[in-house]
């Protein structure tokens, strides 16, 4: 059974980096492309962006100029960094498998952690 | 991008009751719509992919319709788990986009 960790700080601060790691168990990371989805406090999903195992990668052009996402296969981990935050980005992060490439769903998601843009 | 528009955005219902949600596209997406399940404070469950096809494990009660810009999730007989908000999501065209959402409730 494949299951995915978010992990990272809580708390940022306006102007600063959010950086968030999901740790991928019970599967190889190799063969698929991974997505990070977000969810502002009772509102719906914004889909972020993707990376795949070998490290392309394609942003939601609403985020692209302050999204990176990055892989490390050999800890079966990636990554997504989102720079200049505001408290518009104050929401709870999702990792996700996308499990084909030729269509855009989700099987596997992570539970979500809560960052808080806050001074 | 591509617009998703659900309705209604909340519903009463009983168990044993049949529930349709509907989804509504800005343009044409083919078959590619999903469907999703969440509970509060869990991360969304994928219920049906490519429109009608059920995700394994996923009781035979959900049943998706549709193709184009027009998409129904059903519930033949609502069961005390199912009272949850249910989203759908284009994977037509990138980025991917999801509904508002329908919050399915306790009558």
């Known amino acids: 059974q494949v299951q995915l960790q978010e992990s990272g700080p809580g708390l940022v601060k306006p102007s600063e980096t959010l950086s968030l790691t999901c740790t991928v168990s019970?599967?190889?990371?190799?063969?698929?492309?991974w997505s990070w989805i977000r969810q502002p406090p009772g509102k719906g999903l914004e889909y972020i962006g993707y990376?795949?195992?070998?490290?392309?990668?394609n942003y939601n052009p609403s985020l692209k100029s302050r999204v990176t996402i990055s892989v490390d296969t050999s800890k079966n981990q990636f990554s997504l960094k989102l720079s200049s935050v505001t408290a518009a980005d104050t929401a709870v992060y999702y990792c996700?498998?996308?499990?084909?490439?030729?269509?855009?769903?989700?099987?596997?998601w992570g539970q979500g952690t809560l960052v808080t843009v806050s001074s | 991008d591509i617009q998703m528009t659900q309705s209604p955005s909340s519903v009463s219902a009983s168990v044993g009751d049949r529930v349709t949600i509907t989804c509504r596209a800005s343009?044409?997406?083919?078959?590619?719509l999903a469907w999703y399940q969440q509970k509060p404070g869990k991360a969304p469950k994928l219920l049906i992919y490519?429109?009608?096809i059920l995700q394994s494990g996923v009781p035979s009660r959900f049943s998706g319709s549709g193709s184009g810009t027009d998409f129904t999730l059903t519930i033949s007989s609502l069961q005390p788990e199912d009272f949850a908000t249910y989203f759908c999501?284009?994977?037509?065209?990138?980025?991917?986009?999801f509904g508002g959402g329908t919050k399915v409730e306790i009558k």
């Open positions: 996700a498998r996308r499990p084909t490439p030729s269509a855009y769903y989700f099987d596997y």
């Open positions: 019970g599967g190889s990371i190799s063969g698929y492309h």
């Open positions: 990376i795949y195992y070998r490290g392309s990668t």
């Open positions: 343009q044409g997406i083919n078959s590619w």
């Open positions: 490519a429109a009608s």
């Open positions: 999501q284009q994977g037509d065209t990138f980025p991917p986009t």
